[in-house]
């Protein structure tokens, strides 16, 4: 049974910083791509940014275009954990953020809530103008 445990979410003012951790546990860790949604109130689950492995030690980042050059997804596989490191924070940033875990290995894809299969519980996240 694989479980998704998302920390570090929280109230920060316009232009601050955070970093979410998300820690996995119930299996292998390191060739399956993890994923950070976000929802807010009234609106649809969102793709935030995704990574996964694309051989050997290498992996692969996407991120939404409304958090590029500002949020940074990264892992750390010797703790099944995986990071998001969100700086430059807007009002428009405030949500719910989800991490996820898909069943098999993702070849292609990664932007779509269906193609994850496990979810954390999520952390709230709220930024002050």
């Known amino acids: 049974q694989v479980q998704l445990v998302e920390s570090g979410g929280g109230l920060v003012q316009a232009g601050g910083s955070l970093r979410l951790s998300c820690a996995a546990s119930?299996?292998?860790?390191?060739?399956?791509?993890m994923g950070w949604f976000r929802q807010a109130p009234g609106k649809e689950r969102e793709f935030v940014a995704f990574?996964?492995?694309?051989?050997?030690?290498?992996?692969?980042?996407d991120y939404a275009d409304s958090v590029k050059g500002r949020f940074t997804i990264s892992r750390d596989n010797a703790k099944n954990t995986v990071y998001l490191q969100m700086n430059s924070l807007k009002p428009e940033d405030t949500a719910v953020y989800y991490c996820?875990?898909?069943?098999?290995?993702?070849?292609?894809?990664?932007?779509?809530?269906?193609?994850?299969?496990?979810w954390g519980q999520g952390t709230q996240v709220t930024v002050s103008s």
């Open positions: 990574i996964k492995w694309s051989g050997g030690s290498t992996y692969y980042a």
């Open positions: 119930g299996r292998t860790f390191s060739r399956y791509a």
């Open positions: 996820a875990a898909p069943d098999r290995l993702m070849v292609v894809g990664g932007r779509r809530p269906g193609e994850y299969d496990y």
